[in-house]
């Protein structure tokens, strides 16, 4: 039999591993639902500019880069309960402009690309020393992919260099090649307001797979403690708590 000092303390503890068990799990979901959002803007993003401008040309791009975008960028953030939006190295929508947090990440990540990291392979994730209101943010790198370069290249055709020009006054976003880092995919998860305000979060099959998995995980631990804890079997608590 544990001396009831030695029990208080090892109850405290199981609290407070569980506790941390629950903050791990709502953590591994802000993850999971920036991930799908960075997935869903990225893919939108791609398929109707592509759709413009084998419609109408590149330079149907500049209008839908000023006008669409943004609009799509808000519609996901909406769909998936945050915000969300693209940074860039070299930006052309002064709306675009890389905030004070994402400034370090950029940086970071062009020094990865300069050793040899795959731009869209780069993410950072950070979970702490937050502002109020936010529970997580991360950034995904974009590289500049081959149909980019017709608007973001080292050689423009005139129609677009001239609505560029008509559109965003000093644009620094050209002279880049395929391969190399544009930007990146910005996400800030909101902390939640109440459970009433949450939005439904896409998942792929795998990544709710996953949740379930480490959800019963959670639940079966916390099942173990409450029953050694009615039989009070304090060495089951810890074992069931490890």
Not at 113 to 127: H, N
Not at 145 to 157: D, I
Not at 203 to 231: G, Y
Request: glycine share 6%; aromatic share 4%.
């Amino acid at each position: 039999m544990l001396a009831p000092s030695l029990r208080s303390m090892l109850l405290t503890t199981v609290l407070f591993l569980l506790l941390a068990q629950f903050a791990s799990a709502a953590a591994a979901d802000d993850r999971a639902r920036a991930e799908a959002a960075i997935q869903d803007l990225g893919s939108e993003l791609r398929g109707a500019l592509v759709a413009r401008m084998q419609a109408d040309g590149p330079v149907a791009a500049i209008d839908f880069c000023h006008d669409a975008a943004p609009r799509i960028a808000a519609r996901v953030g909406e769909r998936h309960g945050l915000r969300i939006g693209r940074t860039s190295v070299r930006a052309r929508n002064p709306g675009n402009a890389a905030q004070d947090w994402q400034q370090p990440v950029l940086a970071e990540f062009a020094k990865q690309v300069a050793a040899g990291s795959a731009p869209q392979t780069l993410v950072r994730v950070i979970d702490n020393e937050l502002p109020a209101g936010v529970a997580l943010r991360t950034m995904k790198g974009i590289a500049v992919e081959a149909p980019c370069l017709a608007c973001h290249g080292s050689e423009l055709a005139e129609p677009v260099a001239q609505a560029i020009a008509a559109k965003y006054h000093g644009d620094a976003a050209t002279g880049f090649s395929a391969g190399e880092l544009r930007g990146a995919f910005w996400v800030e998860v909101p902390q939640p307001v109440s459970a009433d305000a949450r939005a439904m979060v896409r998942m792929t099959a795998p990544q709710r797979e996953e949740l379930r998995a480490q959800m019963r995980q959670h639940l079966e631990s916390v099942q173990a403690v409450l029953a050694a804890l009615a039989a009070s079997d304090w060495e089951a608590v810890g074992a069931a708590a490890a």
